[in-house]
């Protein structure tokens, strides 16, 4: 390992014991080490072998902590290694970690090194993102996760400033706002949707989003044993995530997306639609115990949350090179930004709103109403006056 033997100090099977390394009296070995910090720190193991497998791994720390100290790690490395640091999170987080580190590596910003990366750099790689098409919602998720792990570096003192550390301003101003789809907006896309040879396997998907609110990991965790298509009624308590490459089962966002939708009539229709399509797949997929689930891409593949909001991306991306005209911003939180606007707007008590969302507070449910318009906002004074 290249270091001096001191004393030729030997263990009790005549082996020479490097700088650093002793023989306990219970026969156990031990390390000792002073790390990067002028701190002395101690490894200990069973046998020699194995303590020489752990100074190896200590030395590459030490020469990978040489180079972070410098700032020479690239952005993904950061990234890594803030994620590491986190420890313990939870299932949905990592998720969104995950989401969020594939966009990152399609990016060249994330080979460029820490020491290199100035304020400009950072608001163009952001501005970069929704020039792309990613909403306004994943760019600051981004901005968020990169602020985060560069403030880490800052006081491991790997780097003097957080690039990262500004107000994203004109993703308010430049960005697109919430509003649900008019009726006509909805028709209009729909009709193109389901007439489109690319994406029209996915018309029905999209009719069921529209009609039930569900985010995407919600849907993708429905199965055909969650609807009761006898009582119109469909059980939302699970999410489809891909966490560390893998397809997994997840709790849904809150305690609150523990839930039951009902079926309106075109969520009825797109569900038997869906369930016929399904069988042609020919196959079962059985995920953490669960199987029967109800969407996959055009390929076979089973459908998780990922895919369908790029999916979604995809297909609202044709529809507006295709319209001719200007058109509605669209994205699968649209979807259920919609569906619920339209319960608001029939005057269902907010409360019973609330439950049909899985919002975690009347509060979220509340903001809703902000988006009324005049003339509705005017029929609900007169209906209470």
Known sequence: MGRKEASKRK??????????????????????????????QTVYAKTLNELRDKEFDIEKNQRNGLVYSKGNVDVEALIDRYIDYRGNIRPTTKATYAFLQKVLRESPFSRMKLKDIKVATAKDFLKELKAQ????????SMKKLLHAAFEMACEEEAILRNPFHFKLDWLEKDGQERTALTEEEERLFLDFLKNDKTYGFYYDMVVFLLNTGLRCGEACGVTKADIDLKSRRLTVDRQLRTIDGQLTVT??????????????????????NILKQRMAQGHENIVDGKTGFLFYTKSGKLMDAETLSGLVRNIVAKYEKNAGAPV????????????????????????????????????????????????????????VM
């Open 133 to 140: 098409g990613y909403a306004a919602a994943t760019v600051t």
């Open 328 to 383: 509605p911003y669209i994205s699968a939180h649209i979807f259920r930004h919609t569906f619920c606007t339209r319960l608001i707007n029939r005057n269902l008590n907010p409360k019973a709103v609330q439950k049909l969302m899985g919002h975690s507070s009347i509060e979220i449910t509340l903001r809703l109403y902000a988006h009324k318009s005049t003339d509705e906002a005017v029929e609900d004074m007169l209906a």
């Open 11 to 40: 263990d009790n099977k005549g082996r020479v014991l490097q700088k650093g390394e002793n023989q306990r009296a219970d026969n156990t070995y031990m390390y000792r080490w002073t790390d990067g910090l002028g701190k002395r």
């Open 251 to 272: 709790e849904p966002k809150t305690k609150a997306g523990y839930r039951k939708v009902g079926l309106n009539t075109a969520a009825g229709e797109a569900v038997r």
